[in-house]
């Protein structure tokens, strides 16, 4: 009887067993609730692919924008929409937690990017992502010319960027794709072509505008754009730093928009002759601003700085940065309105800077913060790590490191040394109220 027990029991267990495994799944499945931040499997010095990763899933007008692309199977588009999905605990049917994003690099490879094994740049990557997923965003279509293609005087040359592996070397020695700067150097006077906007664009993709005067006979050039996709700030040098009280973001931005004077530019009003060519080059005056801002801000702060000799440091200075930014005062509409403006209107900071004040101020450009990269370590050695909020209940930040994802407050958020910052354009509310 003895015997006859024991089999009725295991019996019973294994009927058990089964019915729980149809009701409720494989134990190990993660029943993630909606706004869950999940983490990522570190694939062997993947850090910095997976903290941005986050950042990008922190973003709510990104996910919009993917979830109306057309999702190809094997595309960076489908790869990405996945794995955002499944960090902001929103999928329908993966639940893995962590979640490994091989998908994401094999779409990379299959369009010829070259990421060598080893510490690489979250901001270099970030390049690489914006590039591949314009590529796709047109693909197939029929291709709109691009600002910056018409910039650089290419209109008529239309290049497969998909046929050959592309390597290019960072600034740190490691090889990752790269492309140029935030946005493209002008050098002369000269009138810019027509063009045709690029349509379908990833939400990060904005239009700087940038304008020429001759110190000489003070012409005018005509008003040049650019696209860009981040914007690369570069910190005061050491010797500046030591009369600042603090450090913040409206000074990098300020001195990023500053006019510059451009030795060496060709202007079309100042003819002077030898050898029946126009040689001519003089100084002039380089104004820039955002002539069209984008619904995602990417703020890169510069902190690898090269020194004489040929070596590379890494500067920990703190910036200080605001939840909710405006970029009113920076756009090329805003700077035609100041030039209008009487002194009275200016309020002195104190620090030698003007800021103008309406009466009545209400932001078009409001963005909010939603992602802060982190990079900690040196050069040599170090680990990426993000800062981001929960795409549903907003008002939550989290830490993640790779697998790990913890609650944190705003507080510990602000007080980060910041690599990489990610805005999402306010919507705007229109009030009824005078």
Not at 29 to 48: E, H, P, Q, W
Not at 101 to 114: A, E, M, N, Q, T
Not at 164 to 181: A, C, E, T
Not at 356 to 382: C, D, M, Q, W
């Amino acid at each position: 009887m003895d015997t006859e027990k024991i089999v009725i029991v295991i019996i019973v267990t294994v009927a058990l067993g089964v019915g729980g495994f149809i009701l409720w799944g494989p134990p190990d499945r993660c029943k993630r609730k909606a706004g869950r931040i999940g983490g990522l499997v570190n694939l062997g010095f993947t850090c910095f692919l997976n903290t941005l990763l986050q950042a990008l899933a922190s973003c709510p007008s990104m996910l919009e924008w993917l979830s109306q692309q057309e999702q190809v199977p094997g595309s960076l588009i489908q790869a990405l929409r996945d794995v955002v999905l499944v960090l902001n605990g929103q999928h329908s049917t993966i639940f893995d937690d962590p979640y490994a994003p091989s998908d994401v690099i094999r779409s990379l490879v299959l369009k010829g990017w070259v990421i060598s094994p080893g510490e690489q740049d979250a901001h270099e990557l970030f390049h690489v992502i914006m590039t591949t997923l314009l590529e796709e965003a047109h693909s197939g279509r029929s291709q709109a010319l691009s600002l910056s293609v018409a910039l650089e005087g290419n209109a008529n040359e239309v290049h497969d960027k998909n046929i050959l592996p592309r390597r290019i070397q960072s600034d740190r020695g490691d090889f990752i794709s790269r492309r140029s700067s935030a946005y493209s150097t002008v050098s002369s006077c000269s009138s810019f072509p027509s063009f045709q906007p690029v349509s379908q664009a990833p939400p990060f993709q904005g239009f700087l505008t940038s304008q020429f005067q001759c110190m000489v006979c003070k012409y005018k050039s005509a008003v040049m754009y650019d696209t860009f996709d981040s914007l690369s700030l570069h910190l005061p040098s050491v010797g500046e730093n030591i009369f600042m009280k603090k450090l913040t973001l409206h000074q990098l931005l300020n001195k990023f928009v500053s006019t510059e004077i451009v030795k060496d530019v060709t202007c079309e009003k100042c003819v002077g002759r030898e050898d029946g060519k126009n040689v001519m080059k003089v100084c002039a005056m380089k104004t820039l601003n955002f002539g069209k801002l984008p619904k995602c801000l990417c703020i890169q702060i510069q902190r690898t700085i090269w020194q004489r000799n040929g070596q590379a440091y890494k500067r920990y200075d703190y910036v200080e940065f605001p939840e909710y930014l405006s970029m009113d005062e920076y756009t090329f509409m805003q700077a035609q309105k100041q030039k209008a403006i009487t002194p009275e209107y200016f309020h002195n900071t104190g620090d030698g800077e003007r800021t103008y004040i309406p009466k009545k101020y209400s932001p078009k450009h409001l963005y909010r913060l939603t992602g802060v990269i982190v990079h900690t370590g040196n050069l040599e050695a170090g680990h990426f790590i993000t800062y981001r909020r929960a795409p549903i209940r907003d008002n939550n930040w989290y830490y993640t490191s790779d697998s790990e994802v913890r609650e944190t407050s705003l507080k510990e958020v602000m007080q980060a040394s910041a690599y990489m910052l990610f805005y999402n354009k306010c919507v705007q509310v229109i009030s009824k109220s005078s």
